[in-house]
Structures are given as C-alpha cells and as structure tokens.
C-alpha cells in the first residue's frame, strides 16, 4: 500500500541554523530553500513512499575551495551491488535511531574520511522516494567549516571522491541530460571525471537554482550513458 501525503504538504526545505557562520554565498542558497518549493523533477518523488520504504539520507556538501564555492562529491565502486560506478553524494541507509543529520554525517565519514565536527548542517530538503532502491531518502543541505582531506575509506565502496567547483556545474559547456532506456530524461553534468546524472544530477540542478548560480544551457545536448547503466 502506497501512503500519499496529506493535501497541502509542503515541497519546501527547513532551514536547521540562522547565524553569521555561512558566507553569504551559503546565506543565499538556505534562504532559497526556505523560500522556493522543490520544482522539477525532484517534485515527482515528493509524497509518495510505500509503508515498508527504508529510511535514508544524503550529504550534500558544500565549502569554500581555492576555485570558490565546491561541492562534494563521489563514485561508487564498480564492484557495488547497486548503482556500480554510478557518480553520488556521500550517503545511504540510516542505522536503528539515526535521525537524518546523524545518517548523513556518518555516512560522509565511513566514505571520504570528513571530519564530522567540521560540518555544519544547514538545511533540510523534502523527503524524496527513490522506486528503483525503495528508499526514502533525506538530503541534508551542509557547510564545510573545516575542510580537511577526503579520499576514499573503502575502495570496494567507493571509487572517487572529489570537491567539484559550483562554477563547474554551472558552465553551459559541462551541462547537458541524458536518456534512460527507461524513458527517463533528465538532465546531467560532465565534471571531474565524472558523468553526475540521475537522483544525483536531479538535486545538483535544484541547489543551481536555488542559490542563484543556473545560466541557460543547451537542453539538447545529450550524453551518452555508459553502456552498464543504460539498460
């Protein structure tokens, strides 16, 4: 059985800290979160969760890097049993107890070696539902106090990680989407090494958005999808 949330619920995000710790870069993002509803196609996963849905959360992670304002990033292992060499953020299952912010800082450490304590965490985004995984997935908007070297823990989790410049992600010539067999078309970015598309690409594009950093890009510019996730 499927729950539907209540009429009228919100698709907005909740700002978790209002002090003169973030840049104002960062004040501008939180403050779109809590002022703009969660449009796109992130809305569609908004509402809806199966009763047995497994609980998780995501690390979306930004700091101040030599380039400006990045954002971390990672690629699972390709020996993953789900989504292989698929571009992430930092992120998964909650434990028994967790609440989202705990899940998401966990899981941040046991992937990149973070620091939890040099994190703080800023906003939360709606819960999203994931059908492919059967997760109901948080993601936990955070600054980066403290930047401190990251890499991967486990290479048999996690292949790549990397601080990836919001410059980057903005620049029309790294931005194009991709097509699913599945009919799925969404849009995707070429950085780091990396082909960021899907649930990922998804939340990238909205924190664009909200923090005043989109310019128009080519729409018709497609990537091509390595042949493993294709199918």
């Known amino acids: 059985m499927v729950e539907q949330a209540p009429p009228g619920s919100s ?16 004040h ?5 979160i809590d002022q703009a509803e969660l449009l796109g196609p992130m809305r569609g996963l908004v509402g809806l969760a199966p009763a047995e849905a497994r609980r998780g959360a995501v690390l ?8 400006g304002p990045d954002l971390l990033l990672t690629e699972r292992a390709a020996t993953m049993r789900s989504h292989a060499g698929q571009p992430a953020f930092p992120g998964g299952a909650a434990d ?3 609440d989202d912010v705990t899940a998401a800082l966990r899981e941040g450490f046991e992937e990149t070696g973070l620091v ?9 985004l709606p819960e999203l539902f994931l ?7 948080r993601p936990v908007l955070a600054y980066w106090q403290e930047p401190s070297e990251v890499g991967p823990v486990d290479p048999a989790e996690t292949a790549l990680v990397a601080r990836v410049p919001v410059r980057e992600l903005a620049d029309p010539a790294n931005r194009g989407q991709v097509l699913h067999s599945s009919g799925y078309i969404g849009p995707a970015f070429r950085v780091a090494d990396l082909l960021v598309w899907g649930f990922t690409a998804g939340l990238v594009d909205v924190l664009l958005d909200l923090g005043g950093w989109s310019v128009p890009w080519d729409r018709d510019r497609i990537f091509e999808l390595d042949q493993r996730w294709a199918q």
């Open 116 to 124: 939890p304590s040099s994190v703080l965490p800023v906003a939360l």
């Open 11 to 26: 698709l907005r995000g909740r700002r978790l800290v209002s002090d003169g710790r973030l840049p104002v870069w960062m």
């Open 131 to 137: 059908p492919p995984s059967g997760f109901l997935v």
């Open 96 to 98: 028994p107890g967790e």
């Open 60 to 67: 979306m992670l930004f700091g101040d890097g030599p380039a």
């Open 28 to 32: 501008r993002l939180v403050a779109g």
